[in-house]
């Protein structure tokens, strides 16, 4: 038999950046020679939400999830000594997305490459922004527009760059159900196309030309049976879609282009050396089947639970894949599950199940419509919610979690405070002046005008790009850019899901919540005051909010007043809602590693108005040096994701609420 040629492996990538440019660079090239093919860049939160670093927003957030980006300096800075023609580059980046491409695109041309021959991604999906991870900026329409303009420049000036990589991976994060990762995706990209197609800036005849820069970036949880069957699902429904909905006959151009992270949201805190086998579960999801295979593939550290990770751990995730794609003979066969009837019956119910649910977004507008009336974050809220009740149940079973709980101690962690990485306070300061000397040196009429062109365009209907391709080399700033598009297209707060959620988690007599919502109950009465009010607050640019959510649902279904009002708040306005509501307590969630400058500053604000006997409680991912800091602080309760029994938390809130009201522990019996 004829020995058939190994496949060629897929684009190995670690999602990575801290600090400074310069930082990231030398770890960017460090990686590269560690035998990773590709590069995955993390922005952090002020340059993926569209503010400098000197912004009152951006206090804290400095460098802590990803790379600083404020101008095109860094840009040089950040791929100094990276020939951008030879490299394939993923840009984790949405509502500064375009942005962030022009600023590569003119470092890429000050490299002398030619920049048809660029390769890689900008993530661009705004619609999941809106959903779950937060990052939005501008309203669905103006949203949908630059989402729009950025594709069909690419396609005319880049068009080996994919313009966008609508993402499924954060749906799963926030709580969706295969068939609803699947469906909100695939509405996304019915909105993109249609509003590519409607906007007549492509000729029809080049429309395959768009659907074939279409990419999708997914998550992989560790059910990989069910996810490798969400893969084939995945296929199927979009060479129908493209097929049918926009009569793409070429099947090259139909062919569904996808990269992976495997899931964070199923790591653990709790014995942390569990997750590595976990990873290694959810990685062959998406590279066993050939026929589902992912083309890229970046996988996070097993210590992700617990905060930043190190070079180290980064490389430890890029050696699992080097080991299955090199050392394993998975590249030497046809796909091996062709002809299985059991993934042909799940794939099969798959594909009907998200075909109903596409069907009923596409009746209420489509998935802009669907995201601007609420349905569809109200969808991830109660799925989640659900999904947290079953692992509290015992249910859903998560080893060292909710099951074979007890464990030798932890080589991996006996120090912990090294064994993630921190990044240093005084980063932030030295950014902020940085960003001083580059606004001082640059030429400040061309920025002006540049900006003054970026507006006339928002204005009227003509492509951005050009526009802010200017911008980028005129030295303007990444809040200057995001401040002239608000300037002109405003500011969108998206719907919390809070209120729609319905109950996930029964309050039967003899239940734990049952005896929670009677502590509440008792309390209020206690105090006096009808009902317990509970304010849940997310101070910063953390827009990651499902834990938030969660909190927030649990405490109205026990019976507390909720006053939650989203994302993206200061500490003056957290501690103004606070008073104005005359709340019980304060709760605050942060997973963005700003905890430490964020928090006390809420503290001392309480203490100026005259309202330190009020409980602030925090959640996140938290050190255990920074929660014992902000415990010495007055954080009456810390709590991380080892505490994952919601119910109990709610329980633990009534509990400093009568501490802090000097009334006696009440213990109602379960």
């Not at 919502?517 to 827009?543: F, H, M």
Request: charged share 25%.
């Amino acid at each position: 038999m004829t020995e058939r040629k190994k496949d060629r492996p897929w684009l190995m990538r670690t999602y990575a950046g801290h600090s400074t440019a310069e930082a990231s660079n030398e770890l960017y090239r460090r990686n590269l020679a560690k035998g990773q093919t590709g590069l995955s860049v993390a922005f952090d939160l002020p340059t993926q939400t569209g503010y400098d670093p000197d912004h009152i927003l951006a206090r804290g957030e400095v460098g802590r999830v990803g790379v600083p980006v404020s101008h095109l300096g860094d840009m040089r800075r950040l791929f100094q000594e990276i020939p951008l023609e030879q490299m394939n580059t993923s840009m984790t980046i949405n509502a500064t997305a375009m942005w962030l491409l022009a600023l590569y695109q003119v470092v890429a041309e000050e490299q002398g490459a030619d920049i048809t021959k660029l390769q890689g991604t900008t993530q661009n999906d705004i619609v999941k922004e809106y959903l779950s991870r937060g990052t939005h900026v501008f309203p669905p329409g103006p949203s949908l527009r630059l989402t729009t303009d950025m594709i069909t420049y690419t396609v005319a000036n880049i068009p080996k760059w994919n313009p966008i990589n609508i993402c499924s991976y954060h749906l799963q994060e926030a709580g969706a159900t295969p068939v609803q990762e699947i469906a909100y995706a695939m509405s996304t990209a019915i909105a993109v196309l249609d509003a590519v197609r409607d906007s007549g800036q492509v000729p029809q005849e080049k429309f395959g030309d768009v659907v074939a820069r279409i990419s999708f970036f997914v998550n992989a949880g560790v059910r990989f049976v069910e996810e490798m069957c969400k893969m084939r699902a995945f296929g199927r429904i979009w060479d129908k879609v493209t097929r049918e909905r926009y009569g793409i006959e070429n099947e090259k151009q139909r062919r569904f282009r996808y990269g992976v992270q495997v899931n964070s949201l199923g790591l653990t805190e709790a014995q942390p050396e569990n997750n590595v086998q976990r990873i290694v579960l959810e990685m062959l999801a998406v590279t066993l089947s050939k026929d589902a295979r992912a083309r890229a593939v970046q996988l996070p550290a097993w210590n992700e639970a617990l905060g930043l990770p190190r070079p180290w751990d980064q490389q430890w995730s890029l050696r699992i894949q080097q080991v299955l794609a090199h050392e394993s003979d998975l590249l030497e066969y046809e796909d091996i599950f062709a002809g299985s009837h059991v993934i042909e019956a799940k794939v099969d119910a798959l594909v009907d199940e998200c075909l109903a649910e596409i069907d009923r977004i596409q009746e209420m507008g489509g998935a802009m419509a669907a995201v601007e009336s609420g349905y569809l974050k109200s969808q991830l809220v109660s799925s989640h919610a659900e999904r947290r009740a079953r692992i509290e149940a015992g249910d859903d079973k998560i080893v060292g979690v909710n099951i074979y709980e007890t464990t030798e101690e932890n080589p991996l962690t006996a120090d912990l405070d090294t064994a993630i990485m921190t990044v240093d306070p005084a980063n932030e300061a030295r950014v902020v002046a940085k960003l001083h000397e580059w606004r001082a040196d640059r030429e400040e009429g061309r920025a002006a005008e540049a900006l003054a062109t970026l507006k006339k365009a928002a204005a009227g209907t003509e492509n951005l790009m050009a526009a802010t391709v200017e911008c980028a080399r005129a030295g303007v700033t990444t809040g200057e850019w995001a401040w002239a598009l608000r300037d002109v297209f405003g500011e969108f707060r998206a719907p919390t899901g809070v209120s729609s959620a319905p109950v996930a988690v029964a309050a039967e007599a003899g239940t734990p919540l049952a005896a929670v919502r009677e502590k509440v109950s008792r309390t209020a009465e206690e105090l006096g005051c009808g009902r317990l009010r509970l304010l849940v607050g997310k101070p910063g640019l953390d827009g990651h909010s499902n834990g938030a959510e969660q909190i927030a649902v649990r405490a109205r279904d026990a019976g507390f007043e909720v006053v939650y009002q989203g994302i993206r708040l200061t500490p003056e306005q957290i501690v103004s809602a606070a008073l104005a509501e005359d709340v019980h307590c304060v709760g605050l969630s942060i997973l963005s590693g700003s905890h430490a400058e964020l928090v006390p500053d809420v503290l001392e604000r309480l203490r100026e108005a005259g309202a330190a006997d009020i409980p602030v409680i925090v959640g996140g991912i938290i050190p255990n040096a920074d929660g014992a800091a902000l415990k010495a602080a007055g954080v009456a309760a810390v709590f991380t994701p080892k505490d994952f029994g919601i119910t109990e938390i709610i329980g633990r809130i009534v509990d400093e609420i009568r501490k802090a009201n000097k009334l006696d522990p009440l213990e109602v019996p379960t």
